[in-house]
């Protein structure tokens, strides 16, 4: 029988099994085919081994077990009798520290007793003591009162002296102060009535060319002009017409940003406050309710914060130094 390649063999071995052993012979050497043989002998002396090994291993473990289990029990014998002995000797030592205990509370109350005793002795003895010296330093005390007493209504007396004396003095002197006082004040007051006049009269003159920036047409009215120009449409009532007749000074114009007429209220102080804004306010009013366009202005030296806060919310304009500080106002009058 022929193979033609290396399949075909293999094919055949398969076919006839028993073609293998006869194969394994041509091809091994002898030493290699005992080996299935020796293995198989020296897997059932390992097994052989492994099974006298474990039944030692066994006997050792119960053995082990054994001796554990006795060791356990003279521990556990040995413990219980440490733990009586413990037992009796901690109620041996409670005891023994019971009694020394009572035997300290006792000593403690006898020397607690004998100290309280002591001690309220010398508290009695110091209470005796210090009541004396209070006694003894009343009696000195109230000698020194009376003595600073006769000494007080001696100084009383010369103080009443003076008093007067000084109120005699003094009321010369503060009847001098305030004939001072009222020569200030009339200075003052002249001098404020100066200014108020020198402020008006530069304004009189001014308002052409101080208005003449945002009006044409600028000219100074009476109060007796306003009041026939306001009568041609609503006349005014005694009260209205005084209010006028006191205003510092009227501007009127045209404004030129508009083309509209315009009369400034004018009320000149050197030292303005709320009160003349109220006034040139209240003034414009008059005006504004007989169908005019009237704008309250407050000219002066010095301004209060009221003043300038009430200016920079286009309620009022100011002027100093014959310009305008805040000219929103004029700007923006409604009709």
């Known amino acids: 029988m022929k193979f033609e390649d290396l399949n075909e063999l293999i094919q055949a071995i398969r076919e006839h099994p028993e073609w293998r052993d006869a194969l394994l012979a041509a091809l091994l050497p002898p030493a290699v085919l005992e080996l299935p043989a020796q293995m198989l002998a020296f897997r059932q002396e390992h097994q052989e081994q492994m099974a006298r090994?474990?039944?030692?291993?066994?006997?050792?473990?119960?053995?082990?077990?054994?001796?554990?289990?006795?060791?356990?029990?003279?521990?556990?014998?040995?413990?219980?009798?440490?733990?009586?002995?413990m037992l009796e000797r901690f109620e041996a030592l409670r005891q023994e520290v019971f009694?020394?205990?009572?035997?300290?509370?006792?000593?403690v109350f006898a020397r607690i007793e004998a100290l309280r005793q002591e001690v309220f002795e010398r508290i009695e003895a110091l209470r005796q003591e210090v009541f004396e010296r209070i006694e003894a330093l009343r009696q000195e005390m109230y000698a020194i009162a009376k003595a600073h007493e006769e000494r007080m209504q001696r100084i009383e007396e010369r103080i009443a002296e003076m008093h007067a004396e000084f109120t005699e003095q003094f009321g010369r002197v503060w009847r001098e102060i305030d004939d001072i006082k009222t020569e200030l004040k009339a200075i003052k007051d002249d001098l404020s009535l100066l200014k108020g006049r020198s402020l008006e009269e530069f304004y009189y003159r001014r308002a052409p060319a101080i208005f003449g920036r945002y009006f044409k047409g600028v000219k100074v009215l009476t109060a007796d002009a306003i009041e026939q120009m306001l009568e041609q449409h609503?006349?005014?009532?005694?009260?209205?017409?005084?209010?006028?007749?006191?205003?510092?000074?009227?501007?009127?114009?045209?404004?030129?940003?508009?083309?509209?007429?315009?009369?400034a209220v004018m009320e000149i102080s050197w030292v303005a406050d709320r009160s003349d804004v109220e006034r040139a306010s209240?003034?414009?009013?008059?005006?504004?309710?007989?169908?005019?366009?009237?704008?309250?202005?407050?000219?002066?030296q010095t301004f209060t914060m009221t003043v300038i806060e009430l200016a920079e919310a286009g309620e009022v304009a100011l002027l100093t130094d014959g310009s305008f500080k805040f000219a929103q106002a004029l700007l923006a009058t409604s009709e």
Do not use: C, H
Request: avoid cysteine.
């Open 53 to 85: 090994l474990e039944r030692q291993i066994a006997l050792q473990r119960a053995d082990l077990e054994q001796q554990i289990a006795n060791l356990r029990k003279e521990m556990l014998e040995r413990i219980e009798a440490l733990r009586q002995e």
């Open 99 to 107: 009694a020394r205990i009572e035997a300290l509370r006792q000593e």
């Open 234 to 263: 609503v006349p005014l009532v005694p009260e209205e017409a005084d209010a006028l007749y006191d205003t510092d000074l009227f501007v009127y114009g045209v404004r030129k940003s508009d083309q509209q007429t315009i009369i």
């Open 282 to 300: 209240a003034r414009a009013q008059i005006i504004a309710r007989r169908g005019l366009q009237a704008v309250p202005v407050v000219a002066g």
